[in-house]
């Protein structure tokens, strides 16, 4: 905190606001949505602020980059009406969806790692060779084990789009179609639904394949530990705020 804020007893607005490169109208409308708790007035109706209001601002603006602006106030809206267990439910929740995320990374990762120029040309024994045109739905099923009636969903839901056939009308399955379907079919045997999986495939064909996506891969990394960091510091200034509140 600023050093306006160590120095105890009341605090105007604006020592709040410069404590944190913040406007008074900022540390004002923060009171009003339940993230600071109500101020003291004067006699003249002037809001004065306490120490105390100055940690929970610092642990709202910590928090914020782990969790969001959205479940940064919850959190302390929630911890100022005393209702700590929605408090620290909202906190669970933020780290339940990095969990997610990390093994919805992994997941792209073991995809791509199999989307090997070998595997995708290679069928499977006993099944019809790849056409110089591309695959029809039946033997590409073949190759992997489903059904055809499956890889048709998976065309509704956006995650293959293969062409037709001018003369019969077949859809027809090129490289990167069939690229697709493996790395669809990857990350549905790692219990992902087709919507989790349909924006990741739009990533691939927005790189032109999954190698460019590799190197995105790194800052994929690096975001989710710093997410991870941020909500340790959020967590450490929330903790702070609690003891003082007692």
Same mark, same amino acid.
Request: proline content about 7%; glycine content about 10%; aromatic content about 4%.
């Given at each position: ?7 105890g007893g009341q605090l105007r607005p604006i020592d709040l606001a410069r404590g944190h490169g913040l406007s008074t109208q900022a540390v004002r409308n923060y009171e009003e949505a339940g993230i600071l708790p109500a101020a003291d007035r004067t006699a /003249?109706?002037? %809001? ?16 914020? !980059?782990? /969790? ?26 933020? /780290? ?50 489903? %059904? !055809? ?13 293969? %062409? ?20 669809? /079919? ?12 349909? !924006? ?9 394949? !999954? ?36």
């Amino acid at each position: 905190m600023g050093k306006n804020l160590q120095s105890g007893g009341q605090l105007r607005p604006i020592d709040l606001a410069r404590g944190h490169g913040l406007s008074t109208q900022a540390v004002r409308n923060y009171e009003e949505a339940g993230i600071l708790p109500a101020a003291d007035r004067t006699a /003249h109706g002037y %809001r004065t602020y306490t120490p105390s209001h100055a940690r929970a601002l610092a642990a709202f603006l910590a928090l914020v !980059p782990g /969790h969001g602006h959205a479940t940064a106030t919850a959190i302390m809206r929630a911890v100022n009406a005393g209702a700590l267990d929605e408090a620290f439910r909202c906190v669970d929740e933020s /780290h339940a969806r990095l969990l997610e995320d990390r093994r919805t990374l992994q997941a792209v990762e073991r995809a791509l790692r199999d989307l090997t120029p070998a595997t995708a040309a290679a069928p499977a024994p006993g099944a019809a060779p790849p056409r110089a045109a591309g695959l029809f739905i039946g033997p590409l099923a073949r190759q992997l084990g489903i %059904r !055809p009636a499956t890889l048709r969903a998976w065309e509704r839901a956006g995650l293959v789009r293969p %062409r037709r056939d001018p003369v019969t009308g077949y859809r027809v399955y090129d490289e990167a179609d069939v690229r697709d379907v493996r790395m669809a /079919h990857q990350l549905r045997r790692g219990g992902y639904l087709l919507e989790q999986i349909a !924006p990741l495939i739009t990533q691939v064909r927005a790189a032109g394949g !999954p190698e460019p996506l590799v190197g995105a891969l790194g800052d994929w990394h690096r975001r989710l530990s710093a997410r991870g960091r941020a909500l340790l510091s959020g967590a450490a200034e929330l903790e702070a705020y609690l003891r003082e509140r007692g």
